[in-house]
């Protein structure tokens, strides 16, 4: 697919660092007082990146011929896209005072004319601070629903995300499995190696855990050396597999490990799925109890 126009508005960069609001104005004043003044005002009452994106689609289509536009944003995770990909692009990298805030892709099915960059490059210019507040906004959220630790999601997070999975697999009648995984005997491994080498532990076993995923699945820090996952459309079996797989992984990672090649550091995990008309709540409790009895049972298993 040819790519028409291909832009890295570099002079859009020295119109918002250099000059600042100024350059507000004076767009304002030369490129069409009334619409930027309303492209400002549907920026300024949100801090979702995706409705940023959608409200600039739609100013630009009131002057031009704009089929598709994606947001690509790959340092904060963030990528949100509107309308159909078409034959002719132009391609912005956003930046203000030198940061980097993503990638911008306009598509059309007719070629861009020098006025219509022209009209996009303005409106960049005012887009670019709003879309930093809502990049700074939603690191923010991440960051209250993350363990800072082991980077997994806390348990804020999971009690969120949680009553949801379970009212889409009561609506669409899918499986859903989650485990219940604890460190076996981590008191013992914090007082031989110090809470510092506990940590690493820690760590490790997030780490065996997201490298065992698949994207769809949700791995949360539930508490001291708890660890919770929920996994979509699984069932039973399949959980056990997933359960078995990151001891296996753990076991790998901890081998090979500067500091931790003694500990041998392993997993009771317990598994449960969703049984229809059951609350959360009730969905926990009998995954705490498959826990209980993987410990009871010489823990280093899955129950």
């Known amino acids: 697919m040819k790519k028409v126009a291909s832009i890295t508005p570099n002079n859009l960069a020295t119109h918002v660092t250099d000059a600042g609001m100024a350059h507000h104005i004076d767009a304002l004043q030369r490129v069409s007082d009334r619409n ?21 689609l739609n100013w630009l289509s009131e002057s031009q011929q704009v089929d598709g536009i994606e947001y690509v944003h790959l340092d904060e995770n963030i990528k949100f896209s509107c309308g159909t990909a078409k034959h002719h692009r ?6 203000l005072e030198q940061r980097y805030l ?8 007719h070629r861009f004319s020098d006025q219509d960059l022209y009209h996009q490059e303005q409106g960049m210019g005012v887009l670019v601070h709003y879309l930093k507040n809502a990049v700074d906004y939603q690191a923010l959220e991440k960051l209250a629903l993350q363990d800072s630790l082991t980077g997994v999601m ?7 995300l949680l009553p949801k999975e379970t009212r889409r697999a009561q609506r ?3 499986d859903l499995t989650i485990m219940m995984i604890d460190i076996d005997h981590f008191k013992s491994i914090n007082d031989r190696i110090g809470h510092p080498g506990g940590d690493k532990v820690l760590r490790l ?21 708890e660890f919770m996952v929920i996994l979509p459309s699984t069932d039973l079996d399949g959980g056990h597999t997933a359960g078995r797989q990151i ?16 500990i041998n550091p392993q997993l009771s995990i317990g598994i449960a799925t969703y049984q229809t008309g059951e609350s959360a709540d009730d969905l926990i409790r009998r995954v705490d109890n498959a ?10 298993c899955v129950k």
Do not use: C
């Open 36 to 56: 930027l003044l309303q492209l400002h005002q549907w920026l300024q009452v949100t801090l979702s990146t995706g409705t940023l994106i959608n409200r600039f």
């Open 90 to 95: 132009a391609h912005y990298v956003l930046r």
């Open 102 to 109: 993503g990638e911008i892709t306009l598509s059309s099915n």
């Open 154 to 160: 806390n348990r804020s997070a999971m009690d969120e």
């Open 172 to 174: 669409y009648g899918y």
């Open 205 to 225: 076993v997030a780490q065996a855990i997201k490298e065992q995923l698949r994207v769809s699945d949700l791995p949360f820090r539930f508490g001291g050396d």
């Open 247 to 262: 001891q296996q992984a753990l076991a790998k990672l901890a081998a090979e490990f500067p500091g931790l090649e003694d």
């Open 291 to 300: 826990l209980y009895r993987a410990k009871e049972e010489g823990r280093n």
